[in-house]
C-alpha cells in the first residue's frame, strides 16, 4: 500500500490564516463580494434598528403618545417596525443569493484548479500519492470550502457587525453598566482561542482519517475482481471499516472539543450579559434608566448573545475549513520536475517518421535511487525505422518509452527526438508527435466512438471508423448494441481483454504521429486477434519510426533491429536471424519460447 505524502511545502502552518489562501480565487469576483458585503451590512444594521425600534414604541408609542392620540401613534410604530421586517427580509435574501453564488463559484474554480495542477503531475508524484487521496480532497475538503465561503463566513460576518454594533449601542445606552460587561467578555478571549487551537488540529487529524478511507475504497474498488477471486471481501471490509472507525474516533474528539468551546462561549457571554441585564434592570427600579432604554438593552443583549453563540460555531466551520484549505494548497503547491522549458526548442516536421536518440542514459526511479532501470543505455533509431526491445521483466524495456514520452528526465545522459533534447522540448509538441498502445489498455467511461476519437479529438466519424478498421475493431464496435455510439463501461468493462486493446490500438492509428510506441501492443489477443491486428499494425508503421516492447518473440522477428537488454543495459543487436545465430538470451528465450 502507497503511503500518503507528507506534502512539507506547507508543514506548520495550522491557523486560520490558512484561509487567506483563498485569496487568488475571490479577487476575480471583487464586485459581487463587494456587493454582499454592502447587503451584508444593510442586513446587520436593520437587525440593529429593532431595539431602537421597541424604545420608540414604549416610550413614545406608550408611555408618552403624540397629540394624534396613543393608537395612531401605535400604529406608526409598529407600520415602522414591519417596515425594518421588509428590509432585513430583502436585505438577506439579496445576501444569501450573492454569498451562494460565491460559494458555488469559487469551489468550482477552486476543484478545477486543483484537478488540472494534479493532471499535470509526473508519475512521480502517483508513486507516493493514493488516488483516494486526491479523490478526497476534490470532493469533501472543497465541500467543506463551499460551507465557508458560501454561508459560515457570511454568517461570522453579519453575526461580527451584530455583535460589535450591540456593544457599541449597549454601551452608548448604559456605558459604566456594559463596559463592566465587556471586561468580562474580553477574559473569555483567551481560553476560547486556546481550545480553538485544539479544535483546529483535530480537524484537520479527522479529514486525513476519511481521506484514508476514501484512498482505500479507490483501490480495492477499481480491483474487485482480484479481491473476490482470492475471496479477500471479508478482510477488504475489515480494513475499510477499520479505517472508518479510526475516522469516526478522531471525528468524536474534534465533536468534543468543538462542543466544549461552544458551551464555554455561550455560557460566559450569556452570563457577562445576564450580569449586564441584571444592573439594567436595578437602573430602571431606582428611576435612572427609562422602560423603552430597559427594552432596547433587553433585546440588544439578545442580539449580542445570540450573535455570539453564532461566532462560536461559525468559529468551529472556519476551523474546518482551515485545515480543508491548507490540505488543497498542498496539493497546488506541488511542482512537477517535468515542466516545459522556458524557451523551448521546436521539433522539426517529420514526415517520413522521427529520428530518436539515447546517449549514455542512465536513470533511476526516485522511489528506487539506489537501482538503476537504465544504465549507459544508448541507441539511435533512424526515421521509419522499426525498433523493438527484448528482455527479461525489470530489463528497462518500459523505462525507454517513459523516458521518451519524458514522464521522467534521466539523470545522465540526453534523450532526443528529431535532433531535439526531450527536456529542451515543448511537452505538447513532444508527446503530440507520439503514438502510444501501452500493455494495459485504457477504455474511458465514453462510446466507443469517443474512445477511438481520443487519439484525435477533430477527427471525423469517417476517419474514426477507417482506424477501428485498421485496428480489426470495427467488427465487433458495428456488433454492440448501438454501434460505435455504445456507451463502454467503467474502463470497459463490456470489452473483453482483446477488443480493449484493439480500440487502444485504433486510437494510436488515428494520432497518425510519426512515432509510434508499442509497449506488449498484442499481448491480451488470442492468436487469430493478433495475426489480424499485427497485420494492422504493420501496415500502421509504415512511414513512421515504431519502437515495440514485446515479451513474445514472434511479434518482432520483421523488426529492422531487434535490441536485447538486461539489467538496463544493451547486450546485444541485431535482426532476428543474427541474434539467433549468435546464441546468447535472445537465442535462449526465443528456443523456450517456440518450443512451446
Not at 481550545?195 to 479527522?206: C, F, K, M, P
Not at 480543508?324 to 521539433?347: F, G, H, I, N, Y
Not at 492509428?509 to 492468436?527: F, G, Q, R, V, Y
Not at 546485444?572 to 535462449?588: I, K, P, S, V
Amino acid at each position: 500500500m502507497a503511503d500518503t505524502p507528507s506534502f512539507p511545502a506547507l508543514a506548520g502552518k495550522r491557523t486560520l490564516g490558512s484561509l487567506r489562501q483563498l485569496l487568488p480565487f475571490l479577487r476575480p469576483y471583487r464586485a459581487r463580494i463587494a456587493l454582499a458585503l454592502l447587503f451584508l451590512l444593510l442586513a446587520a444594521g436593520s437587525t440593529l434598528s429593532f431595539p431602537l425600534a421597541l424604545r420608540w414604541l414604549i416610550d413614545g408609542g406608550l408611555l408618552h403618545p403624540a397629540a394624534g392620540g396613543k393608537g395612531a401613534a401605535l400604529g406608526i410604530h409598529f407600520a415602522g417596525l414591519f417596515g425594518l421586517a421588509v428590509l432585513l427580509g430583502l436585505f438577506s435574501a439579496a445576501r444569501y443569493y450573492m454569498v451562494s453564488w460565491l460559494g458555488e463559484r469559487v469551489t468550482a474554480d477552486l476543484r478545477s484548479r486543483v484537478y488540472a495542477h494534479v493532471l499535470g503531475q509526473s508519475p512521480q508524484f502517483f508513486e507516493s500519492t493514493q488516488t483516494g487521496e486526491v479523490l478526497s480532497r476534490l470532493t469533501t475538503d472543497t465541500t467543506l470550502v463551499q460551507t465557508v465561503v458560501g454561508s459560515s463566513l457570511s454568517m461570522g460576518l453579519r453575526n461580527a457587525v451584530v455583535f460589535l454594533g450591540g456593544m457599541v449601542m449597549l454601551v452608548a445606552t448604559s456605558p459604566r453598566l456594559m463596559l463592566t460587561v465587556v471586561a468580562v467578555i474580553l477574559l473569555v478571549v483567551l481560553p476560547a482561542v486556546a481550545i480553538g487551537r485544539r479544535v483546529r488540529r483535530l480537524s484537520r487529524a479527522s479529514q486525513d482519517r476519511v481521506a484514508d478511507s476514501s484512498a482505500i475504497a479507490a483501490e480495492v474498488l477499481n480491483a474487485v475482481p482480484t479481491v473476490q477471486s482470492y475471496t479477500r471481501e471479508a478482510d477488504e471490509a475489515r480494513r475499510f471499516r477499520d479505517a472508518a472507525e479510526a475516522a469516526f474516533a478522531t471525528a468524536v474528539r474534534r465533536s468534543r472539543m468543538r462542543a466544549l468551546l461552544t458551551a464555554f462561549v455561550i455560557v460566559a457571554l450569556f452570563g457577562a450579559l445576564i450580569y449586564g441585564l441584571y444592573l439594567g434592570t436595578v437602573a430602571v427600579v431606582e428611576g435612572r434608566m427609562s422602560a423603552g432604554t430597559l427594552g432596547q438593552t433587553v433585546l440588544y443583549i439578545g442580539l449580542v448573545a445570540g450573535s455570539a453563540a453564532t461566532l462560536a460555531e461559525v468559529f468551529g466551520d472556519l476551523l474546518r475549513a482551515a485545515g480543508a484549505t491548507e490540505r488543497l494548497m498542498e496539493l497546488l503547491a506541488e511542482r512537477s520536475p517535468v515542466t516545459d522549458p522556458l524557451q523551448p526548442q521546436p521539433l522539426a516536421p517529420a514526415p517520413g517518421g522521427s529520428a530518436v536518440q539515447f546517449a549514455h542514459v542512465r536513470f533511476t526511479y526516485p522511489s528506487r535511487p539506489e537501482q538503476p532501470a537504465l544504465d549507459d543505455f544508448s541507441l539511435r533509431m533512424e526515421p521509419g525505422e522499426t525498433v523493438a526491445l527484448v528482455g527479461p521483466s525489470g530489463a528497462g524495456k518500459t523505462t525507454v518509452l517513459q523516458l521518451l514520452l519524458r514522464f521522467y528526465d534521466a539523470q545522465h545522459g540526453a534523450v532526443s527526438v528529431d535532433g531535439v533534447r526531450t527536456d529542451h522540448a515543448s511537452l505538447a509538441e513532444l508527446r503530440g508527435r507520439i503514438g502510444l498502445v501501452p500493455q494495459d489498455a485504457v477504455i474511458f467511461s465514453a462510446s466507443a466512438m469517443d474512445n477511438v476519437r481520443y487519439g484525435r479529438p477533430e477527427a471525423t466519424d469517417h476517419e474514426v471508423i477507417e482506424a477501428a478498421r485498421a485496428a480489426q475493431a470495427d467488427g465487433f464496435i458495428r456488433e454492440l448494441p448501438q454501434g460505435y455510439h455504445t456507451y463502454l463501461g467503467e474502463r470497459g468493462v463490456r470489452l473483453s481483454g482483446g477488443q480493449r486493446q484493439r480500440i487502444s490500438i485504433a486510437r494510436a492509428i488515428l494520432k497518425n504521429a510519426p512515432l509510434l510506441l508499442l509497449d506488449e501492443a498484442t499481448s491480451a489477443l488470442d492468436a487469430q486477434s493478433e495475426r489480424a491486428v499485427q497485420a494492422a499494425l504493420e501496415q500502421a508503421m509504415q512511414g513512421r519510426t515504431t519502437l515495440v516492447i514485446a515479451h513474445r518473440l514472434a511479434t518482432v522477428q520483421r523488426a529492422d533491429r531487434i535490441v536485447v537488454m538486461d539489467r538496463g543495459r544493451i547486450i546485444d543487436m541485431g535482426t532476428h536471424a543474427e541474434l539467433m545465430a549468435r546464441g546468447g538470451l535472445y537465442a535462449n528465450l526465443a528456443s523456450l519460447q517456440f518450443m512451446q
